[in-house]
């Protein structure tokens, strides 16, 4: 019976990391491989995406996409069209918050000698010619996160709000101002001229 059930978990894992690994594979592309002179991919980033690009501004979301490769003269064009919400954390709060994201990108693609991505263009290793583009992808939807992203009005979690705005109420304080309040001799100091006056 154990050894059934220990097989069963073996089973189990390898079955989702081949689903995971299955995923990964729809990001690639072989361009040297590739038989028709445009390949169109319907995807979604999800939360499996996310922990295997490993970024560090999103790891929770799902995002539906469209990836379409056409093939060039001596380049290839990568447009990238997406829609959906991240989870970020909320600047106000800092609990967790969804943002919506949406919009699209062109993306020049070569190949070359090493890889290279300047953010217009990417070279591919001509010896692989495997374009992996969940990367790109993931670059792009981060790029469409806000600088300033906060919860709608009266959905931010007040306590942790409250714990937060006492602490920069501390912070904005001048280095003196602290430096007098915890300072023992300050307070004798005033004791001293109150007494004087
Ligand atoms: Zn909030």
């Not at 993931?138 to 790029?143: K, R």
């Amino acid at each position: 019976m154990i050894f059934v059930r220990i097989l069963c978990g073996y089973i189990s894992f390898f079955r989702n990391f081949a689903r995971q690994m299955e995923k990964q594979d729809a990001y690639k592309l072989d361009l040297k491989g590739m038989l028709d002179d445009v390949v169109t991919r319907s995807l979604v980033a999800d939360d499996d995406f996310f922990a295997a690009v490993q970024g560090d501004a999103i790891q929770h979301g799902h995002v539906a996409l469209q990836v379409q490769v056409r093939r060039g003269e001596e380049t290839f064009d990568l447009a990238l069209q997406f829609q959906g919400e991240v989870e970020v954390s909320c600047d106000r709060c800092l609990e967790p918050m969804l943002q919506p994201v949406e919009g699209e990108a062109l993306i020049k693609v070569r190949l070359g000698d090493t890889y290279e991505d300047d953010g217009e263009t990417v070279v591919v290793p001509e010896v692989s010619g495997i374009l992996d583009f969940s990367w790109l992808v993931y670059e792009q939807i981060a790029l469409q996160i806000p600088l300033s992203h906060v919860h709608p009005d009266g959905e931010c979690d007040e306590a942790m709000r409250n714990v937060l705005m006492q602490h920069e109420a501390h912070d904005g304080e001048s280095p003196e101002e602290v430096e007098r309040a915890t300072d023992p001799r300050w307070e004798a100091l005033r004791k001293l001229i109150s007494t004087n006056n």
